[in-house]
């Protein structure tokens, strides 16, 4: 019933930037968190930030002051901003979402494809 597309992912040199895009579609009634989840080749997948409904955020501490996570609530789309990275940032990034999708349903969560972001010289 929801689908996750996620865009924006590239090549990008060291100290540079780049803003990530997950737009949800479909039945929703109430989107409860979106967020960002990355995962590096031989590492386990770890958090980078969330955004509630509420508008609360939290964010890895590796990406403190230099990543933002926000959100467009008339598209249904959150977004990552990435400023300043590093190589060690290069990873596969997931759209994370948790969702009422109808009323007296309990929340479900999705998952995008994931887009590939590469930092290095």
């Known amino acids: 019933q929801v689908q996750l597309v996620e865009s924006g992912g590239g090549l990008v040199q060291p100290g540079g930037s780049l803003r990530l895009s997950c737009a949800a579609s479909?039945?929703?009634?109430?989107?409860?968190?979106m967020g960002w989840y990355r995962q590096a080749p031989g590492k386990q997948r770890e958090l980078v930030a969330t955004?509630?409904?509420?508008?609360?955020?939290n964010y890895a501490d590796s990406v403190k002051g230099r990543f933002t996570i926000s959100r467009d609530s008339a598209k249904n789309t959150a977004y990552l901003q990435m400023n300043s990275l590093k190589p060690e940032d290069t990873a596969v990034y997931y759209c994370?979402?948790?969702?009422?999708?109808?009323?007296?349903?309990?929340?479900?969560?999705?998952w995008g494809q994931g887009t590939q972001v590469t930092v290095s010289s």
């Open positions: 479909g039945r929703i009634s109430r989107i409860n968190t």
């Open positions: 994370k979402l948790l969702v009422v999708v109808a009323a007296f349903r309990p929340e479900d969560l999705y």
């Open positions: 955004i509630s409904y509420s508008g609360s955020t």
